[in-house]
Each structure stands twice: as structure tokens, then as C-alpha cells.
Nanobody
């Protein structure tokens, strides 16, 4: 059974930090790019960041560049999203997802597997 399980969300004050984790099982993790997406109430799901399976190339939405860092540890089947200098507008449910092959990292329709999400709330 394929599973992606996120953790690390919570309530934090503006300017604070959180580290999200995404633990994968049931598929060959090292062959998949991992993306982080977020969705706030009433808004569309948006791509936050992505890391390639092999070449370790990373991508970021303009809104998080310089504040968020994506990484992965293939030995642990785990991906991370380090979020610093958090803003109230970062408040959303955050999801990790895996894609075996895709052309547009921020297109959530291309992703094969999804986690259940973890809530991040940033207070002002």
C-alpha cells in the first residue's frame, strides 16, 4: 500500500519556523520527485516546492523563495520542508506528493501519490 504521511505542522507566530516531514512507503521513493503543495480555505491548491528524484534540483514558488528549503533523505524515504520567516499568508493545509514523471512541477494534476496533509497556522 502506497502511503505518504506528513507531520510537523502546527501553530506558530509570524516570523517563526516549522519543519514538515513526509515519510513514504509502498513505492520506490528514490525514483520519484517529491512536491509540497498547500491549500487554504476557498483557494486552489498551489505548488510550494519540489525536489527531483535523482539530480537534487529544487524548485520554489516565488512566494516562498529565500524562506523555505526542500530536502530529502532517500535512505529514510523522507522528504522535508523547512519553513522559516513564516507569514500569516502561509497558513494552509500542506500536502506532500510524489510524481514518477512530470513536466510541470507545480501542476498538482501530474502527481501520482498524495499524503493526507498537515495544518500550518501562522498567527500575526
Amino acid at each position: 500500500e502506497v502511503q505518504l504521511v506528513e507531520s510537523g505542522g502546527g501553530l506558530v507566530q509570524a516570523g517563526g519556523s516549522l519543519r514538515l516531514s513526509c515519510v513514504a512507503s509502498g513505492f520506490t521513493f528514490e525514483n520519484y520527485a517529491i512536491g509540497w503543495f498547500r491549500q487554504a480555505p476557498g483557494k486552489e491548491r498551489e505548488g510550494v516546492s519540489c525536489i527531483d528524484a535523482n539530480v537534487r534540483k529544487t524548485y520554489y514558488a516565488d512566494s516562498v523563495k529565500g524562506r523555505f528549503t526542500i530536502s530529502r533523505d532517500n535512505a529514510k524515504n523522507t522528504a522535508y520542508l523547512q519553513m522559516n520567516k513564516l507569514k500569516p499568508e502561509d497558513t494552509a493545509a500542506y500536502y506532500c506528493a510524489a510524481v514518477g514523471y512530470g513536466s510541470t512541477w507545480y501542476n498538482h494534476h501530474e502527481y501520482d501519490y498524495w499524503g493526507q496533509g498537515t495544518q500550518v497556522t501562522v498567527s500575526s
